[in-house]
């Protein structure tokens, strides 16, 4: 059974920093694009960025120039950079293949910003 396993998410400031990661136990991870996504209560989870096994990443406009996604294929894992946080970057987030396979959701991790 194919897990993603988030960790890294927490309390921080206005203009702090967080670095999320994401564990996998999928078959041949190094073939697949991997991507972030978030949610926050009432509204649909949203993509944040992706990243190609070459390495590409895309990042949405809202977070792009803050967030940075990075991939380690030895250890199955993405990374998601997070700086600058601001109050409505507050959400669960997820990580996923890029077509947010709906079996593939795993837990999450919470980021909280502020007080």
């Known amino acids: 059974q194919v897990q993603f396993v988030e960790s890294g998410g927490g309390r921080v400031q206005p203009g702090g920093s967080l670095k999320l990661s994401c564990v996998s136990s999928i078959s041949h991870f190094g073939l697949y694009t991997m991507a972030w996504y978030r949610q926050t209560p009432g509204k649909q989870r949203e993509l944040v960025g992706d990243?190609?096994?070459?390495?590409?990443?895309n990042i949405v406009n809202s977070v792009k120039g803050r967030f940075t996604i990075s991939r380690d294929g030895q250890k199955k894992s993405i990374y998601l950079q997070m700086n600058n946080l601001k109050f409505e970057d507050a959400a669960d987030y997820y990580c996923?293949?890029?077509?947010?396979?709906?079996?593939?959701w795993g837990q999450g991790t919470q980021v909280t910003v502020g007080s």
């Open positions: 996923n293949l890029e077509t947010g396979d709906p079996t593939y």
């Open positions: 990243i190609t096994p070459g390495g590409r990443t």
